[in-house]
T-cell receptor, first 112, second 119 residues
């Protein structure tokens, strides 16, 4: 069983839709949870960073962590074509993030 | 401020040849990480430098891979001899950290990666 499971998609939505991206994990020691966005031929770029359970909102993006269910989500409101990218969840046990584990990434396309 | 830079962006070599990948981290970042993504799989950790010292190399696949970070600045990852299964995208990341309670210092910034194709 992989430590981090993420549906690779692809996911295609119309512009303006609400997008829900999810990951599950098996290691209860993970405490720091991240979402990276990766455009084609670019490196992953940190989008959201959360600690432990709860919600965090940044503009059109909301990250949710449910440690009891070992389940994290990223919601994108009013999705735009510029949101088209691969979204990677990542998590680590310690604040220094030296042991980051990634999901396989979900490829999202937002159609105009 | 320049980001993490990786060279080359793409390398095509034949099985048995040697390839050296280079990573220039963000200036002032002590931590440097190498990762690899094989097609269709998740990004996997290879090793971690703190300055010039290898902190953790538990993810290195085998002794055909050699990483160095002389002087604690740029790093190289050499694959010798390359095998077909070494194909993939090799990412380098750097962070300033560690610093408890200071999220920004522990964020890893990624380069665009080197796409390695072994034929």
């Amino acid at each position: 069983q992989k430590e981090v499971e993420q549906d690779p998609g692809p996911l295609s939505v119309p512009e303006g839709a609400i997008v829900s991206l999810n990951c599950t994990y098996s290691n209860s020691a993970f405490q720091y949870f991240m979402w990276y966005r990766q455009y084609s031929r670019k490196g992953p770029e940190l989008l959201m960073y959360t600690y432990s359970s709860g919600n965090k909102e940044d503009g059109r993006f909301t990250a949710q962590v449910d440690k009891s269910s070992k389940y994290i989500s990223l919601f994108i409101r009013d999705s735009q074509p510029s949101d088209s990218a691969t979204y990677l969840c990542a998590m680590s046990r310690g604040y220094n993030n030296n042991d980051m584990r990634f999901g396989a990434g979900t490829r999202l396309t937002v159609k105009p | 401020e320049a980001g993490v830079t990786q060279f080359p962006s793409h390398s095509v070599i034949e099985k048995g040849q040697t390839v050296t990948l280079r990573c220039d981290p963000i200036s002032g970042h002590d931590n440097l990480y190498w990762y690899r993504r094989v097609m269709g799989k998740e990004i996997k950790f290879l090793l971690h430098f703190v300055k010039e010292s290898k902190q953790d190399e538990s993810g290195m696949p085998n002794n055909r891979f050699l990483a160095e970070r002389t002087g604690g600045t740029y790093s190289t990852l050499k694959v010798q001899p390359a095998e077909l299964e070494d194909s993939g995208v090799y990412f380098c990341a750097s962070s300033q950290g560690p610093a408890s309670g200071a999220i920004a210092k522990n964020i890893q910034y990624f380069g665009a990666g080197t796409r390695l194709s072994v034929l």
